[in-house]
């Protein structure tokens, strides 16, 4: 008996990383930086899962992203404006105390 195997796509190869290094402060002010809540953690390593899309703004620290399954990482620091896509399993690997502000995407479809 034959079988066919249909490709699975792979989930974590489009699920990548956006960082835009030291934006404008009119960029940061449209984007209503200031009034979205803020997060910070120690350094360390930790194992987080996005289950919404999440722009964040980084105030102060330096991580680097180790997508799950890859051995390459996206780093990112102080002034960096950057967007995790929904679904990444990923490890934060923070040399830098973070302190950031966050904002997830609306699960509500336009």
């Not at 034959?2 to 699975?8: N, V």
């Not at 399954?69 to 102080?78: C, L, N, Q």
Request: charged share 20%.
């Amino acid at each position: 008996m034959a079988t066919t195997s249909t490709p699975q796509p792979d989930s974590s190869s489009n699920l990548s990383i956006t960082v835009e290094s030291n934006p404008s402060d009119s960029r940061l002010s449209e984007l209503g930086i200031q009034s979205w809540p803020k997060w910070g953690c120690p350094p360390g390593k930790y194992m987080l899962k996005f289950e919404a899309e999440e722009t964040c703004y980084l105030v102060k620290g330096k991580v680097k992203v180790y997508p799950k399954g890859s051995s390459e990482y996206v780093e990112f620091g102080a002034g960096d404006l950057v967007t995790i896509p929904q679904g990444l399993s990923c490890t934060w690997d923070v040399t830098v105390s973070i302190d950031k502000h966050y904002k997830f995407a609306s699960s509500s479809s336009s």
